[in-house]
C-alpha cells in the first residue's frame, strides 16, 4: 500500500465507521420516541408487568393533566364573575372546564333500573336484621325527615339508594356543587373551583406550553372582571413549564458564557481557529457515536443518559487538547506529534473504557445506557483524534510559544520539588476533609433534584388546604382472572383499610359498582323485606302509614329485572370510570387509592399485602429506591473499576508508580467529597456521576503526565482541558436547579483538585532530574 | 394514582350533585318560610304529605324549634315520633324505632348547602337565595308571600315551586315537586320564643 493510500485510507475508515454507526442507529430508532422522557424506564425491566406499567402511564397520565383554579372573594357575586371569566378564558385557550351533569342522568337513570342491587353497608346490615321493622322504620323516617322529598318515594322508599349515592367518595370534600363550578365559603371568603384537564395528546412541553397560556389568560380575565379577586393554580403542567422554562434560560446562558471562554482560550493560545474545529468534531462524532450505539442498542436514548453522557465531552477534550499542545509548541517533530501524544492518549483511553464498562454490569437500562454511550463515544473521539488529527495538522504553526503559556510547566516544576509541602498540603486538605464527610448526606428524593417558583409551590399548598387533600403516596393495583375477581378483590381490601385507617375514603371502581356477587347479596336481602307483603302492610298499619303504600312497593319490586348492574352497561353510560379499569393482553387489573392523610407506603403496603393480587404501587417512592440503588452499583462498580485499572497501571508503570499515579485522583474524590459534606450539597446519583467524571479526568491527567512528563507541552495539554472542563461543567455550579447545581459543584471541586494534585504523580526527583 | 383523577372526580361531583339536590332542595321548603326571622321561635305545625299516585295522603303533627345560633329542632308527635335535628355544624335524626343516625358535613356535602340555604332564608338574605332560586315577593295584608321557583340546574329537575307566606313567624308553606308530588306545611301558634335548643 502506497503512503498516499495509507494516509487516505484512515480518514476513510473514520467516515465509515461513523456512517454505518448512523445508519444502523437510524434504522433500530424508535420514531415515536426518540429520546425517552419517562424516568420510569430507568427501572429494571424485571420489576416491571405489562398491567402495572399501564396502571403507571394511566395514573400519570391523569395527574400530569390535571389543572385546579381556585377564584376567591369576600363577596359571592364578584367571586362567581371572577370564576365565570377564568372558564371563558380557559375554554378560550383550548381548556373547556370539565362538566359536573355530563352523563349524570344517564348513570342516575342506571342505578335506579338497579336500585335493589345497591345498599350501603350498615343498610344491608339493618335489613338482614330485621327485614319488616327496619323497612317500615326507614320509610317512616323518610316521611317524616324535613329534607325528605315525596318524589323520591316512588323511586327510592327508605332512601337507601339516597345514602348509597351520598356514601360515594367525594372528590374536593370541602366544596359542594354550585351550578358549572364547585364552592365553599370559609373564613368569610367565598371560593369556587374549576377543574381543567389537558387534553391526552398535550402532554410534555405542549401541554405545558397550553397550561401555562391558559392559566395566565384566566388570570387576566379574573383581573379584569374582578379586581378584588384573587386566582390560584395549580397542576404538574404548570411546574413542569416553570421547570423548562428555567432550565431553558439557564442552558442558554451557562452555555453561551462556557462556549465564549473556551474559543477565546483557544484564540489567544493557538491564534488559530483549527483547534477549535478539530475539538468540536472530536467531542461531535464521539457524542454522534455514543448516541447511536445507545439507538443500536435499546432503540431510544433516556433523556439521563444524555445528560450524564455529556460528561464525555469532560473526557473527550483532554485528548484534543493534548494533541494541539504537542502539536504546537512540543519538542520533537510535528510530523512525530502522534507518536508522543499515543501512548498518552492510549493509556486514557483503556483506563476510561474499563471504568465505564464496568457500569454495564450494573443491570439498570439508565447505568448500562451511560456506560454503552461513553464507552463507544471515547473511542470514537480517540479514533478522530488519532486518525484525522494527523492529517488535518502537517506542520507546525508558527506560534510563539509564550511566557504565559509555560506557566503551567513552571507550576508543575515547582510543584515536582522534593519540599515538605508536597506532603503537608494534602494532608492539612485531607485533615479538613474528614469533617466534610462526616456532614456528608445523601438524597435520592426525586422531588429534591427539582427546583420550583415559590409562587408555584406556595399556591399549589393553598389550594390543597382549601379542597382537604392530601395526595396518596401511591395506588392499589388488583389484578384480577376477570373483573368480578378484581372487584371482590378490591372489596376486601376496602374492607381491611377501613378498619386499618379510620376515616381514610377509598377510592375504586367497586365505590360506585359493587361485585355481582355483592349485588347479589343484597337482591336477596330485599326478596326477603318484599317475602311477607302482609307482614309489611302490618307493620305500616302499626306504625302509622297507609298500609295501601306496600301494594306499590311490592308491585316495584315485581317489576324490577333483579339484576346486577353490569360493568359494561355502567361503564358504556359513564366511560370515565374506565379510567379505573386497566388491561394488558388477557390481564385486567383494577387501580384504587385510599386518602388518607396519616398512611405510610408500608403501612398500606402491608394492606394490599393481605388480598391475593393486590399490590401497593407508590411510583416516587419506586424512583427513589431505583436511583438509590442505582448510586449504590454505580459506586460499587467504579471502585471495582478502579481496581482493575490499577492492575492495568501496574502491569505498565510498576507498582510503585501506579500508586503514585492513583493518589491524586483518590486525594481529589476525597476532597471533593469533603467539600461537599461542608457545603450541605447531598450525595445524589448526578454527583456520582460527576465523581465518575472527577476520577476519569483525574486519571487522564496522570497518565498524560507520566508519559509526556518531559514535555512542557503536556503540561499545558493539561492546563487547556482542565481549563475547558472546569468552564463547560464547573459552570453549572452557578445552576438554579438542584441537580445541575449539585453536579456542576462536585465537578468544579474535583476537576479543581484533579488539576492541583496531578503533578503529585510524578516523582519529586524525576522533575529535578529533568 | 396521586390522587383522584380528574375525569373520575367529575363523575363523582355530579353525582353527589344529583344526591343532593334531593334533600337541599327540600330543606329549602322548611328554611324559606322564615325570612327575617325573630332569633328564636317555636311553631307547631301539621304536615301533608300527596304522593303521586295516592288518592291518601300522608298527614303528620308535631313542633319545629328554631335558634338562630343554634339551629333547628324538628319534631314530629303523631302519627309516629322523629325529631331531625340540625346544628352548626352537623345533624341528626331519631328514627321511630328510636334509634339515631348522625349526619356530619364531611360525608353529607348537601348538608352544607342545606345549612347554607337554611341560614340564608333565616336572615332574610335574599341575594343568597337567588344563588338557589328566582324570588318574588308579594305583600299581602298582613305578612308577605314569598315565591321561589328553581333556577335551572340539578334543584329545578326535582322542585317545580316553592310558596312560603310569613307575618314574623311562617305561616305555610307549599313546594310543588316535579314528581307531581306535594308538601303543605300550615305553622300553628308560631311565636318568637327566649328558649333556644
Known sequence: MSARAATLLKPLIWIVVLTLLCLFAALRLNLRQPVDTNLLDLLPAAQQSPLLDAATERTQGAFLRELLLVVSAADYSQARRGAKAAQTALAAAGLPLADPARSVQALIGLYRRHRYAFLTTA??????????????????????????????????????????????????????????????????????????????AALGERGAAQAAGAVAAARAAVQRSCPNCTLLA??????????????????????????????????????????????????????????????????????????????????????????????????????????????????????????????????????????????????????????????????????????????????????CRRTRWRYLVPLILLMLSIPGWLRLHTSDAVRELQNFPKPLLNADQDVRTLLGQTPPPGFFLIEGANIQQALQREETLFQITAAAFPGAVALGLSRFLPSESRQ??????????????????????????????????????????????????????????????????????????????????????????????????????????????????ATWLVVAGYVLISLLLIWRYGRRDTLRMLYPPLLSLAVTLGALGWLQVPVNIFVIVGLILVLGVGRDYTVFLREGARSPATALGVTLAALATLCSFGMLAFSAIPVLHAFGLATLIGILASYLSAPLSIAPHTREAA | ???????????????????????????????????????????????????????????????VTFSRTRGVIWEVTAPYHYVFRMGPADAEEQMPDGSVRHLDAEHAPWLAVVRHIFTSALTGNISELRRYFHVQVTVLRVGRRIELTPKPGPMAKAINHISVTEAGTPRSLRMDEASGGRIVIRFLDAKAAAETP
Not at chain 1, 255 to 274: E, G, K, Q, W, Y
Not at chain 1, 589 to 607: D, G, H
Not at chain 1, 608 to 616: E, I, L, M
Not at chain 2, 52 to 60: A, R, T, Y
Request: hydrophobic fraction near 50%.
Open chain 1, 520 to 633: 347479589q347479596v343484597n337482591l336477596d336481602t330485599w326478596a326477603t323485606v318484599y317475602r311477607d307483603p302482609a307482614a309489611l302492610q302490618r307493620a305500616f298499619a302499626h306504625i302509622g302509614l297507609p298500609p295501601e303504600y306496600v301494594n306499590t312497593l311490592e308491585a316495584g319490586w315485581k317489576h324490577n329485572p333483579h339484576t346486577p348492574l353490569t360493568s359494561q352497561a355502567l361503564l358504556a353510560a359513564e366511560p370515565d370510570l374506565g379510567q379505573f379499569v386497566v388491561r394488558a393482553g388477557n390481564h385486567l387489573a383494577l387501580i384504587a387509592t385510599l386518602m388518607a392523610s396519616l398512611s405510610t407506603v408500608p403501612q398500606l403496603q402491608n394492606a394490599a399485602a393481605q388480598v391475593p393480587g393486590v399490590s401497593f404501587v407508590a411510583p416516587l417512592q419506586r424512583l427513589t429506591d431505583t436511583f438509590r440503588q442505582i448510586r449504590w452499583r
Open chain 2, 1 to 63: 394514582m396521586s390522587r383522584m383523577q380528574p375525569t373520575a372526580a367529575c363523575v363523582y361531583a355530579a353525582i353527589l350533585l344529583l344526591a343532593a339536590a334531593f334533600p337541599a332542595a327540600a330543606a329549602t321548603g322548611a328554611a324559606a318560610t322564615l325570612p327575617k326571622a325573630p332569633e328564636s321561635f317555636r311553631a307547631r305545625f301539621i304536615e301533608t304529605r300527596t304522593l303521586p299516585g295516592f288518592d291518601q295522603p300522608l298527614v303528620s303533627r308535631g313542633n
Open chain 1, 234 to 415: 395549580t397542576g404538574a403542567a404548570l411546574f413542569s413549564a416553570a421547570a423548562q422554562n428555567e432550565a431553558r434560560q439557564e442552558v442558554f446562558w451557562l452555555t453561551a458564557v462556557s462556549m465564549l471562554f473556551i474559543v477565546l482560550l483557544i484564540l489567544l493560545v493557538f491564534r488559530s481557529l483549527r483547534p477549535l474545529i478539530l475539538g468540536v468534531l472530536s467531542v461531535g462524532a464521539g457524542v454522534l457515536a455514543g448516541a447511536a450505539a445507545v439507538v443500536i442498542g435499546f432503540g431510544s436514548v433516556h433523556i439521563l443518559t444524555l445528560v450524564c453522557g455529556t460528561t464525555l465531552l469532560g473526557i473527550a477534550i483532554d485528548y484534543a487538547f493534548l494533541y494541539f499542545a504537542e502539536h504546537w509548541f512540543g519538542g520533537g517533530l510535528a510530523q512525530h506529534t502522534l507518536k508522543s501524544v499515543l501512548p498518552g492518549l492510549t493509556m486514557g483511553l483503556i483506563t476510561g473504557v474499563i471504568a465505564f464498562a464496568f457500569l454495564l454490569l450494573a443491570g439498570f437500562p439508565a447505568l448500562t445506557q451511560i456506560a454503552v454511550f461513553s464507552v463507544a463515544g471515547l473511542v470514537m473521539s480517540y479514533a478522530t483524534v488519532v486518525l484525522l488529527f494527523p492529517l488535518a495538522l502537517r506542520r507546525r504553526p508558527a506560534v510563539r510559544f509564550a511566557t504565559l503559556l509555560q506557566f503551567p510547566q513552571r507550576l508543575l516544576v515547582l510543584a
Open chain 1, 123 to 200: 343498610d344491608r346490615q339493618q335489613l338482614n336484621k330485621n327485614p319488616v321493622s327496619a323497612f317500615t322504620n326507614d320509610v317512616a323516617g323518610e316521611f317524616a325527615n324535613p329534607a325528605g322529598m315525596v318524589g323520591v318515594f316512588g323511586t327510592d322508599p327508605g332512601g337507601y339508594l339516597g345514602r348509597f349515592l351520598m356514601g360515594l367518595p367525594q372528590p374536593y370534600a370541602n366544596f359542594t356543587p354550585d351550578g358549572a363550578f364547585l364552592s365553599a365559603q370559609r373564613n368569610g371568603k367565598n371560593y369556587f373551583l374549576l377543574r381543567a384537564a389537558l387534553p391526552e
